[in-house]
């Protein structure tokens, strides 16, 4: 198992940042990659970003130019930095792992932290 550990979320008025943290256990697993999701209200669970060990980073296209993905490997830790935030990025985001044991790889999830963006 890899357990995962957000941190970050809060009230935001448009236009303001806030930075995500994703903190993952120590495990017999290797992450192969990390990343954020987001499920607002009545929607599906959506890729925010995700970052692979070989540094290639992919954006949903309604955050590109406005968030960045980065990770500290020696940390175990995934960071999503989200600038110029607009009331359509509130939502609940998730921190995802996949990671593998050798013999399969899996994905896990974090708690889910809130972020709201509003005046």
């Known amino acids: 198992q890899v357990q995962l550990v957000e941190s970050g979320g809060g009230l935001v008025q448009p236009g303001g940042s806030l930075r995500l943290s994703c903190a993952a256990s120590e495990s017999i697993f290797s992450i192969n990659a990390m990343g954020w999701y987001r499920q607002a209200p009545g929607k599906q669970r959506d890729l925010v970003a995700k970052t692979t060990s070989g540094g290639r980073i992919n954006y949903a296209d309604s955050v590109k130019g406005r968030f960045t993905i980065s990770r500290d490997n020696a940390k175990s830790t995934v960071y999503l930095q989200m600038n110029s935030l607009k009331p359509e990025d509130t939502a609940v985001y998730y921190c995802?792992?996949?990671?593998?044991?050798?013999?399969?790889?899996?994905?896990?999830w974090g708690q889910g932290t809130q972020v709201t963006v509003s005046s």
């Open positions: 995802t792992a996949i990671a593998t044991n050798g013999i399969g790889n899996f994905q896990f």
